[in-house]
């Protein structure tokens, strides 16, 4: 979304930004062409950590017990549930009419666009596989029915949602993620990672601490590569609190200190991008990775794993190599890249010779949002 807000044209919208939190590292990367609004206080007191903005604990805490059980344990059914019974009759419309209101993702989001936002046009979009997500229909199935556009991120997400929701295939479209290979390539030239030791074949990983991004993966092929006396060091840039005392504890238990380190979030990842030696994805699933076309544009060898999205995104044995989704796959891709520099240096070179940006496709999301795109 920073991406996109950076190279929309900026005198042509008038843009405010909703956050259910307003929060987080790329804050301050939001353009200061976009008025960010104040969260209403009813947003803030469901939505907001403890602690933050003086909510009272039960205006969450009986919500999400009965929601949780309701659910059985689904998080977007709980969502799902939690936002139908308790939070839609007790959180106020936005009072402004807008001519395009967007929902950045399905699930609350795009219920909130649905039901309190007034405009002329509402589109949302879905940014993974609907069906691997495990993202919950019955709760999205009405808000979709009162969406201009459903838009999503890869020719497979694309099919996905037309399988689940083929009532509104004529609705649901394609139109990629914005990616500035300029801007890229200028960030990654900001500052030389203080903590990469390059002494070592450095393995680089970025993404969320969760299931979905696949981090156990990556520690147990780590363990596995150390057993080969490999001498590398693998970096995980990615931060999620639920998850990361089970990732260190995995850490510890599997002896992987020395060579798997997890350095938390970075606002600027792109340095840590330039400075690897081969850049690995080993995500469960995928709508389409962002990642993966930044370590294009910065020509590192990939070792991803076959996930139903990755063959749009990567030629197998050209931009890197494609492996199964377990750690010992993982391993031996690695192990494959590090063994012969000769292959990473084709995979580089390919990677060069190719440009992976796609700024200009921005006068599609232009004609999206003035009411002009064709079906």
């Not at 936005?94 to 395009?100: F, G």
Request: aromatic share 10%; with cysteine; proline share 5%.
């Amino acid at each position: 979304m920073v991406n996109l807000l950076n190279e929309l044209p900026r005198d042509r919208y008038d843009i405010d930004l909703l956050l259910f939190r307003p929060q987080g590292m790329f804050i301050d990367q939001v353009p200061d062409y976009v008025n960010i609004l104040p969260t209403p206080h009813k947003l803030l007191q469901r939505y907001s950590q403890k602690g933050e903005s003086g909510y009272s604990e039960w205006t969450r805490l009986i919500p999400n017990i009965v929601s949780m059980l309701a659910a059985k344990g689904n998080t977007d059914k709980r969502r799902g549930f939690r936002w139908r019974h308790f939070y839609s009759h007790a959180i106020d419309a936005l009072p402004e009419h807008y001519d395009v209101a967007v929902a950045y993702l399905s699930g609350e989001q795009l219920a909130y666009v649905d039901e309190k936002v007034d405009a002329d046009r509402k589109y949302v979009w879905v940014h993974n596989d609907y069906i691997a997500a495990g993202y919950a229909a019955e709760y999205d199935r009405p808000h979709f029915a009162n969406m201009n556009a459903i838009i999503s991120i890869s020719q497979h997400c694309v099919d996905v949602l037309k399988q689940v929701f083929p009532e509104y295939a004529d609705k649901i479209r394609l139109l990629e993620n914005i990616t500035s290979s300029k801007l890229i390539r200028n960030r990654s030239k900001e500052f030389i990672p203080d903590e990469i030791d390059t002494g070592k074949s450095v393995l680089l990983t970025v993404g969320r601490f969760d299931e979905q991004k696949g981090a156990d993966l990556a520690i147990r092929a780590a363990s596995l590569l150390q057993r080969q006396d490999f001498d590398f060091t693998w970096y995980f840039i990615g931060g999620g609190s639920k998850q990361e005392g089970a990732l260190k504890n995995l850490i510890a238990e599997l002896n992987v200190q020395d060579c798997f380190r997890l350095l938390g979030t970075r606002v600027n990842p792109y340095p840590y991008i330039a400075n690897c030696d081969v850049f690995v994805q080993p995500s469960r699933f995928e709508g389409k990775s962002m990642v993966l076309d930044e370590a294009k544009i910065l020509a590192k060898p990939i070792v991803v794993t076959d996930y139903p999205t990755v063959h749009d995104q990567i030629h197998d044995n050209r931009e890197g190599m494609v492996v199964a989704i377990d750690p010992e796959s993982i391993a031996e891709g690695i192990g494959t890249l590090l063994r012969h520099p000769e292959t990473r240096n084709v995979m580089a070179s390919y990677l060069s010779n190719n440009d992976y940006g796609n700024a200009d496709i921005i006068s599609e999301y232009c004609r999206l949002f003035d009411g002009k795109s064709a079906q």
